[in-house]
């Protein structure tokens, strides 16, 4: 066993604040922590030391600090979010979410949504939040309208147009899209608003797969959503939680059809299950970056390698992986970023560049022009010579017009849980939830469970523990 680092971590039962190391075994990567009351963690980082270590090599990032910090830094992290003084990161999107209901019921569901509406904020609230976002981030501002599920408002409309209002630059909808697919009046009135772009859980192209999850057969269902954003000019990125044993066998399947439906689609974000909320009993499921990109370079039978995908723009190298590539006419990818090349000099402020690529790449056709994706090349991502301006018959021209309308982006991003977390990674951290009493919690904070399913920071009734000194597993187990 080899020592490689140490993290900051917490107990997976009792929140407290512990060390972890990280080590190298077999050619593996493992964090194992102990807490003195409830014992020792191991969690396994990633199955291949060398791409591990290549993704940190690629990874250089300048930071802009959070605009204003609103809570102290007492108890450590992550008891003092909000944000505290040790957070190191300007804010790039914004979680606002303006419902705990959702009428789907997934087995699989890290904010334990159901129907209760008792905690559901109202107009003044909201805009509070928004205003929050306005005080608190760094132009241009981004916001994800979330839940639960948002449309279960009949307000939402005037929701994404108060957002519009106070000033808010880029406004997506997360969504599960049933009540898109099935009320064309309450769309029109969602694009009139000037939703920007929509989010949709899409977790396969098969219903069984659908089935399994949520007990519904949901295929059409995302599909007419996307039908419906293509005639409105709306981009669509594609949201699938990805877990073994339910559909990891179906990524590759994701990208066909997302490369079928470009330039609606106009990108796949690839989640890993992370274990916190509701999860199936006695199921693990869990996929690393890496597995997962091995996965797609199987399935779309080497056109994606898993060396086209870089660190992505967020807080470490190993929070994510994006690839940006262009899709031809009969469907296939010409890969435009490549990790063998190595880290630019620069990236000068990570989250104003991060906040200008969802701007940029997200929005549909009726949106203002998209720009070219190759002018985003400039720092992390560059073209590899193969993918150049020889790869299109037409020559440099038909290449930039084709990064406009033909460009996919496909990302993933590992969200932490009690097992995996590492407190440097939420320091700097980009993306925040807006709570409603006006505070800022990265969402890796803002979701974490315990072992018992109770919450640090999500307000629902019953699940939220308080953790203001060391809490004993007795205690825990009764719910305290």
Sequence with gaps: MEQIETAGSICPECFRPIKAIKYVENGKVYMKKECGDHGIFTNLVSKD??????????????????????????????????????????????????????????????????????????????????????????????????????????????????????????????????????????????????IDAIYLGFDGVSDDVYFQRTGKKLFDIKAEVINKCEKAGIGVVLVPLVAKDYNLHEVGKILKFASSNVPTVRGVHFQPVFFSGRSPPGKDGRVTILELLNNIEDQTEGQLKVGNFTPALMATAHCGATCMTLVEDDGSFIPLTNISQGSSSSAFDVANKTKKSIMGRWKGSSKKESSSCCGELTTLQKVPQESSCCRSSGGWADFIEMSKNRYLTISTMAFQDVWSYEKERVENCCIHVVTQDGRFVPFCNYNLSNCNGEYLYRELPSSRIEVNRPVSKIEVERNV
């Excluded at 559901?120 to 979330?146: A, G, H, L, W, Y």
């Excluded at 994404?160 to 808010?168: D, N, P």
């Design 49 to 194: 030391v060398d791409h591990y270590r290549q993704m940190e090599d690629f990874f250089e990032v300048d930071r802009a600090k959070p605009k204003s910090y609103l809570t102290d830094t007492e108890k450590n992290c992550p008891l003092d979010c909000g944000l505290c003084p040790s957070h190191k990161q300007d804010t790039c999107l914004a979680v606002v979410e303006v419902t705990d209901r959702c009428d789907m019921g997934c087995a699989y569901c890290f904010a334990s949504s159901s129907m209760d509406d008792s905690s559901d904020p109202d107009m003044d609230t909201i805009r509070r939040m928004f205003e929050t976002v306005k005080k608190c981030s760094n132009d241009p501002t981004c916001v994800q309208i979330s839940g639960g599920e948002p449309t279960l408002r009949d307000d939402l409309p005037e929701i994404i147009k108060m957002g519009h209002e106070i000033g808010l630059s880029h406004i997506e909808l997360n969504t599960n899209g049933s009540r898109i697919a099935s009320d064309q009046d309450y769309f029109d009135e969602i694009v009139s608003a000037g």
